[in-house]
């Protein structure tokens, strides 16, 4: 079992910046990839960007040069930095651990529970 807490979520004007961090805990995986999901009001979960523990990454094109992720030196946390956002970044959150390198979309792994992040226009 692995254990995901996530923290940094928050209320923020359009234009300005957040750090999502998570940290896992439990039967790490030496070979893993951790990734930031969001769930938009009403829209389906999506990628936002994945990072394996041999530091390859995937960031979706709508937050390129805006969102970047990065983990921590002991591997078993990811920060998500995000800047210049918009309106349409809202969502919550969602951290997900999974085995092996695939850093791309997936529905398996582990979750955690999310944490909400509104920019006001």
């Known amino acids: 079992q692995v254990q995901l807490v996530e923290s940094g979520g928050g209320l923020v004007q359009a234009g300005g910046s957040l750090r999502l961090s998570c940290a896992a805990s439990?039967?790490?995986?030496?070979?893993?990839?951790m990734g930031w999901y969001r769930q938009a009001p009403g829209k389906q979960r999506e990628l936002v960007a994945s990072?394996?523990?041999?530091?390859?990454?995937n960031t979706v094109d709508s937050v390129k040069g805006r969102f970047t992720i990065s983990r921590g030196n002991a591997g078993n946390t990811v920060y998500l930095q995000m800047s210049s956002l918009e309106s349409e970044d809202t969502g919550v959150y969602y951290c997900?651990?999974?085995?092996?390198?695939?850093?791309?979309?997936?529905?398996?792994?582990?979750w955690g529970k999310g944490t909400l992040v509104t920019v006001s226009s």
């Open positions: 997900n651990f999974r085995a092996g390198w695939n850093t791309g979309p997936t529905e398996t792994g582990y």
């Open positions: 990072i394996s523990s041999a530091g390859k990454t």
């Open positions: 439990g039967s790490i995986f030496t070979f893993n990839t």
